[in-house]
């Protein structure tokens, strides 16, 4: 069933305690472990395989987990095709925008909408396989507040690659940020990014960024309350169908993320103990 979540509700989506979780399921054992959130726009032809593999990973590992497909306002048969899946899976849920809002947008939605105590971001493509996950979380068992992963360390594995043109725009993007923003991130934009409950509502909770420079903005926001941010080497694959414009959007993300960094280096907001009251031990 797909729950429809006009611009309106989504700002005003209240964030999850954990007090809150129990209660969901089976009582106050039934608390989820991790929530899988997947954004998709016009994602038909490539979700598939990526649920497949969802299902088979998490249920080979025997934890309480959710898998939240968040639509973005999808004119193809995304939702249609997540609906077949939820049937026979009830640990999948469908999220949707009523239009179009953006990556950012329809990760925030997941976000705040999770239960999870841990909540793992992954494109719908899956260019890094949930096989991986386990060196993010090892550093949040570690300590970090969030753990991303990277193409950009010695220690990645990159088996498909962009385009020339493509990995160099990145690049670019990646050296302005760590030079104006960001100075100790090599990689931003992978889309693989595990969270602790508490971070996650943080520093989605006012996402101003909607669109696909939100990844840089999250881990602004991060780096200036004083959250702890692990960069992990993971393997990556290139998938076709990327819908970023290198040029137009690698330029806009730029403009938003140094308008936020002068609006919130005014005076932003920093969240209490963050890791004492919800890292996972």
Same mark, same amino acid.
């Given at each position: 069933?797909?729950?429809?979540?006009?611009?309106?509700?989504?700002?005003?989506?209240?964030?999850?305690?954990?007090?809150?979780?129990?209660?969901?399921?089976?009582?106050?054992?039934?608390?989820?472990?991790?929530?899988?959130?997947?954004?998709?726009?016009?994602? %038909?032809? @490539? +979700?598939?395989?990526?649920? /497949? !593999?969802?299902?088979?990973?998490?249920?080979? *590992?025997?934890?309480?987990? $959710?898998?939240?497909?968040?639509?973005?306002?999808?004119?193809?048969?995304?939702?249609?095709?997540?609906?077949?899946?939820?049937?026979?899976?009830?640990?999948?849920?469908?999220?949707?925008?009523?239009?179009?809002?953006?990556?950012?947008?329809?990760?925030?939605?997941?976000?705040?909408?999770? %239960?999870? @105590? +841990?909540?793992?971001?992954? /494109? !719908?493509?899956?260019?890094?396989?949930?096989? *991986?996950?386990?060196?993010? $979380?090892?550093?949040?068992?570690?300590?970090?507040?969030?753990?991303?992963?990277?193409?950009?360390?010695?220690?990645?594995?990159?088996?498909?690659?962009?385009?020339?043109?493509?990995?160099?725009?990145?690049?670019?993007?990646?050296?302005?940020?760590?030079?104006?923003?960001?100075?100790?991130?090599?990689?931003?934009?992978?889309?693989?990014?595990?969270?602790?409950?508490?971070?996650?509502?943080?520093?989605?909770?006012?996402?101003?960024?909607?669109?696909?420079?939100?990844?840089?903005?999250?881990?602004?926001?991060?780096?200036?309350?004083?959250?702890?941010?692990?960069?992990?080497?993971?393997?990556?694959?290139?998938?076709?169908?990327?819908?970023?414009?290198?040029?137009?959007?690698?330029?806009?993300?730029?403009?938003?993320?140094?308008?936020?960094?002068?609006?919130?280096?005014?005076?932003?907001?920093?969240?209490?103990?963050?890791?004492?009251?919800?890292?996972?031990?």
């Amino acid at each position: 069933m797909l729950t429809k979540h006009p611009t309106e509700q989504m700002e005003a989506l209240p964030a999850r305690r954990p007090e809150q979780e129990e209660g969901r399921g089976e009582g106050p054992s039934a608390v989820v472990d991790l929530s899988v959130i997947v954004p998709a726009f016009n994602e %038909h032809h @490539r +979700l598939g395989p990526t649920l /497949d !593999a969802l299902q088979v990973h998490l249920n080979a *590992e025997g934890r309480r987990y $959710e898998v939240l497909v968040v639509d973005d306002g999808s004119s193809d048969e995304t939702a249609a095709l997540v609906s077949s899946f939820a049937a026979g899976w009830p640990e999948l849920q469908l999220l949707g925008l009523d239009s179009n809002q953006g990556k950012g947008a329809a990760v925030r939605l997941g976000m705040l909408a999770a %239960h999870g @105590r +841990l909540r793992l971001f992954s /494109d !719908a493509d899956l260019s890094t396989p949930m096989s *991986e996950m386990a060196k993010l $979380e090892a550093e949040i068992s570690s300590g970090a507040d969030i753990a991303i992963g990277s193409r950009a360390l010695p220690q990645s594995r990159v088996e498909v690659h962009q385009s020339v043109y493509r990995e160099r725009m990145g690049r670019v993007y990646n050296l302005v940020l760590r030079q104006t923003v960001l100075p100790t991130l090599r990689d931003t934009q992978c889309g693989f990014k595990l969270f602790t409950a508490a971070a996650a509502e943080f520093t989605f909770g006012e996402l101003a960024c909607r669109r696909f420079g939100f990844d840089a903005e999250v881990l602004l926001r991060a780096s200036l309350a004083g959250l702890k941010v692990a960069e992990v080497g993971v393997v990556w694959r290139n998938a076709e169908g990327t819908r970023v414009n290198s040029m137009r959007d690698s330029f806009q993300m730029l403009v938003d993320i140094w308008r936020l960094r002068r609006r919130l280096r005014r005076g932003p907001a920093r969240p209490r103990s963050i890791s004492k009251r919800h890292n996972p031990g």
